[in-house]
């Protein structure tokens, strides 16, 4: 499957924010971001006029690298979500936070969706009892998604919980840490996306 091999600290310059996709590393001194506030290249320091346009198209850049997709399958999102009852741009998000490497790490199970779809394609998940091995895979409410027996005791596994003490676990989701398991109580709403998205944007410019 095709996917981003580039520098993740450079996505988060140029979408002019923290994306977190880094982990531990996006919290400490070590931040690109914090240290180069400005997009790569020669021209990152240069004031750009935020046109319309412009500021669409950042929006759907910004929303594909928060959740680590290529165009191909977000649009392909996009379609389904369009196709759905409801507001197209909190379907989309719905649909985006239901993949199962965004519950892997919403559950506190890692410390990137990265590494949670790292996790997912080594078998180390399971949903429902059976091994999983697509991060996209959708969940469903009532879904229980847990660490593989074998997978418990690897060290990924716990420094990702300690890590993840700082974050909440949303309240569409129940973790029990003991058995390193989840639940899935609903798909959640648009108040319970913790995530600086301007969803509408990605409608505008798709709608075009």
């Not at 600290?9 to 923290?18: Q, S």
């Not at 593989?148 to 909440?168: D, F, H, M, W, Y």
Request: glycine fraction near 8%; hydrophobic fraction near 30%; charged fraction near 35%.
């Amino acid at each position: 499957m095709a996917r981003y091999t580039g520098a993740d600290c450079r996505l988060c310059r140029r979408e002019g924010g923290k994306l977190f996709l880094k982990g531990d590393r996006c919290y400490s001194e070590k931040c690109a971001f914090e240290r180069r506030p400005y997009a790569p290249g020669d021209a990152g320091k240069k004031r750009t006029k935020d046109s319309e346009y412009r500021m669409q198209l950042r929006e759907k850049q910004k929303t594909k690298r928060i959740y680590g997709l290529l165009e191909k399958q977000f649009h392909s999102y996009y379609e389904l979500a369009n196709r759905q009852s409801g507001i197209t741009g909190e379907n989309l998000l719905r649909i985006l936070e239901s993949r199962l490497d965004n519950v892997v790490y919403r559950l506190g199970f890692s410390k990137s969706r990265d590494e949670a779809r790292q996790q997912v394609r080594h078998g180390h998940i399971t949903v429902n009892g059976r091994r999983v091995t697509i991060p996209s895979f959708r969940v469903r409410p009532g879904d229980l998604v847990a660490v593989a027996p074998k997978a418990k005791e690897l060290l990924v596994i716990k420094s990702s919980l300690v890590s993840n003490e700082r974050t909440e676990v949303p309240g569409w989701l129940e973790v029990d840490i003991e058995k390193l398991q989840g639940s899935v109580l609903q798909l959640p709403n648009r108040d319970q996306i913790d995530l600086d998205i301007r969803e509408q944007l990605i409608v505008e410019l798709y709608s075009k």
